[in-house]
């Protein structure tokens, strides 16, 4: 199955999605969107196909988003699109994109949900905290 997941490798949780995907068995497409930037165009495609606005998906902690006055009522979605096109981080993250849909995976247990295998249970994410157990039954976040 081909995945792609659009990643930050300084975000935990962007992590977490990136190894969760290897472990149950896939080779995924890693694409360091802060390196490579976006498009308008991918952003509508992956935003309508996880059934996303650019306000659900706008980052807002550890971004520019206050400063460029992204959080203020009657910003339009041109103006959020035009905004991510220029600064890539105002992007949440990290989305993961397959034949079984696109999600925004926060938290990173979200991934499971487009994975028809999972890793091996029992499974520790990097913060220590199980997401799988045992039994492989999936746990809360």
Known sequence: MDIVIFHNPACGTSRNVVQIVRDAGYDPTVIEYLDAGWTR???LVLFAAAGMTPRDALRVSKSPAAELGLLEDGVSDDALLDAMVAH????NRPVVACVQGVRLCRPSGAVLDLLPEWPPAPYVKENGDLLIDADGNRLPE
Not at 88 to 91: A, C, Q
């Open 41 to 43: 165009s991918q952003l």
């Open 88 to 91: 890539p981080i105002l992007v």
